[in-house]
């Protein structure tokens, strides 16, 4: 327990009632020892309590209550150990399912009379070995989807980032190959990353032109069967495949805008690669966890009060690219109170994540630093 | 461990070194050592009662042939010295040797299941009573083979005379040979209890069938012990029986009962496994199937078994030992030089502000108004006052104490003076028929009426907390954990940990709420209804000015004839009193003589009291009957 961090709190919150504070205390010891303690920019001497007493501080005097209360009701932290359970469902609960049904059209059956048929069995195995599962970024883990799926995906049928050369994409030829004679290439690609806030990233489309990762994988594909057909060789990935993508976490501003986006790709790519796209995710947060005038007015208040346009300066590229003109509300206007222990979306308000000196507006420090790709 | 206090399941204690750690003798003490049949416990069937969080777990893992060997096998450490000195009190031990191998078996598990089985009463009951042996002498070796003080071979079961017949059907009297038998009778019935659909009779396996009946036959077990041999007698400790289905609880002790066993066995259970007349207590309603208390089998009962301020006291010295062994494990409190729990929560008075005592006073002097009292008759009754004040052992003797005791004796002149006639030509000031006295009672409902007056704390101190509790050790723990929660506020903010009596107040008055509103038992909204209906009365009649039941009252008294008549009848309301009691919302005293009548007292909780301001003092009761319960209850 940190007896002074849970000092300055009080100090700073001015919690004169010894109710109150034992109260708060608890609180704010349990969730630091289950959870907050464990933010990956944290380090000994410097964990959540000071953090908290830091930031807390930097509030004008009336403005604390709702900042600490928004820490206390309002924010989501998702764990490593929370989002590993989603890595860990990813395979029985969203691709095993879709498999099965897939399965049980080959076989003529039911998806539920799947296990209990020799055919239902063998054209799922079939319709497993020819998955391709691809990591899109770090986060991603494929690490630990691997060894979740230990047994049931083999090594070949991962691989752990989108840029594939060549030889990558000869050698996954061969390998599915050599597991069944019969294999000659794969049918079903999940493309899979760890989170999506906006779905912007990952496929937009602005001033006329499609761009984010689903274009850019498309393209390397197209780039990539060209280069491999050239040698006299099959290409690993049949024409037309189905696509899959899945967001371990996801929020639903972003599921929805995926689904449109793809929709619309699908429609208007001439030349796409894949013959369908579906989106899923482990976990879809809730439309109610974005911030919203009426409900979080305070916290919005704060938003507006503490921001500093150094950030948007600072971030320019990325946040133009969403259209915005202020990052008040984070990066989309996604406005989440959302952390994840690797790193702090940019997605979420800039009040958690924020750190600015005093030129163009308050100089604030992060509660949750965020390593920041974007600059 | 954040605060250990909030954590006291015992089950939930993996490692046996810090369960020993913490684990308190008291209770071997308090419920065995001294308990009138004692010579009996490992003899005759033993049914340990006590209300959810009692210390029954507690007490059945503590006896476990496993710690006992733990405890002994260290003589030098301090806690196991005390641990000792307890269980050789309660006959686990003589001369400072293992006396009992007793294992606990919890039955929460699947044995309810075999109830719902297709099967005839009698042999659902037979399959349910042998798994049970199987997994006790299963148990039995582990704990014996444990820390490999000794191989399975060096252990020999001796029979019970005349049991020979029996001796093939457990796998002879080596200990190989009764684990196998066991294992192969424990698989057999598992398979049964767990598979999707249960086998026709007919086709059960034949070693689940086939008798098995260690109970019968075994009567000792001779094993190696420090170089030489020691026989010591095996004991089956089933514990939360409860979970049984009532029926076949019924069944199982019934033959658990047969007398010709020489097999220790307890059953620990929550009192809700007892009709409603057994947890009042009602000698007529205890017997069961022919079976006699005291002759058959023998009760043990957690609370409520003895005189109860004898009880109260030794609660508080077990309550002491608990909380002085968690106390040092608080993180908050670690690296400090802690005085014992008990002057954490000191009885030191609370004090009234200057503001609120001239307030107090103006209210005082407005009653002597109200009541005509003339300034004569008041200084004589504050001198009643100052006399008993000055003679008192009470720490309590501050000045508003006084002045609250004036204000309670001036509505008693006033009362009983108020029968005489008034004169027109001298001041009404005639001596009252029966003299006012200043004594205990009319100091305490001083104290109570000044919390309802000025706000004055009037539950603090070490006593009042183990009062609160009603002898019950989790809830107790739970109230000590709210006031640690506190000591931790006061760690961090670098005062002195002790709590003044108004935080102390504070902050149980608030857990007792919280507890409440937690309740979650059968008829739960319907206790819950009854006893705020019944505090709120109490507290009414409590605070009348002349204070007629002195320090208060805390519950309502049935005539024992009514409520006789309800515990033997088909009523709900009989139900609901059950679990009031089970589950600590009351405490029910019967044949309490008062008036020249005999009454059923039912008592709010401690609990209750700390939430609605009552007093912990016992005896003061509203007279009333089953219907006014019946309505609250509603």
Redesign the interface.
Known sequence: ?N?FG??LI?QIMNWTD??V??AE??WL??MA?TKYDGYSDFRAGSRFTENFAIWLKQFDAEDRQTAYDFIKRRLVYISNAELYRAIEAFYPETVTPHLRRLAAQQAGIQPHEVWGSGDGVAAFKRIKRRSLFIGMSDGSRIDIMRRANSGRITQEQVVPMMNIGTEKWLDLAKKIKEADAGDTQFEHVYLIDDFTASGTTFIRFKDGKWNGKLQKFNDMLIGAREAVEAQGKTFPIVENYALHIHHYVSTTQAHEALLERTERANREWSDRTFGSIDVTQGTLLPASLKLTAGRDDAVIALCEKYYNHDLYLRLIEHAGEAEQSDLKMGYADCALPLILEHNTPNNSIPLLWAETTGENGHAMQPLFRRRDRHG | M?NPFLRRATEYIRDDTTFLEIVSPAPLTTFLAEHPRKADIFDLPIRVVGAPGSGKTMLAMLAEFRLVEMILRDPTNDTNKQLSVALAGAGFLDDGKPAVAAVRIPMESEYRDFWELPYEDSVKTKLALWLVQARTMLGLLRGLTNGDHRRLDEIRFIARDASEAQLEQIGGLTAAGIRDRALEVQRAIYSIGASLLPPDIDKLPKAATDPYQPFECIQEIDIPWMGGRLTIKPLAILDDVHALHPDQFEQIFTALARREIKFGRWLMMRLDALSPGAVFRSARSVATHNLKPDRDYVDIFMQGGESRDKERRRFRDMAADMADRYLPRV??FRNRNLPPFRRLVPDEPPRLSEAKMRELEALIDRDQRRFDVTPARRATIEELVAGYLAGTQSGDREREVSLAMVRVLMARYANRVSDQQVSLFEDFDPEPRTPLKANAAVAEAARLHLQALSGRALHYGFDALCDASNENAELFLQLAGALV??M???????RVLALPAN?QQ??LR?KAAEIMDGWAFPFARHVRAMVDGIAADCREVSLLPHARLGAGANAVGVLEEEMGKLLLANDELALILKYAVAHGAIEVTRNYGQGSKDWCLIELSGVVALSHGLTLRRGGFLERDTDYLREKGA
């Open positions: 327990m007896l849970l000092r009080a010894d109710g504070a034992t205390y608890t010891s349990l020892a | 954040a993180t908050a929660a506190r931790e506020t006061q760690a961090i903010r670098g935080a504070d902050v608030a």
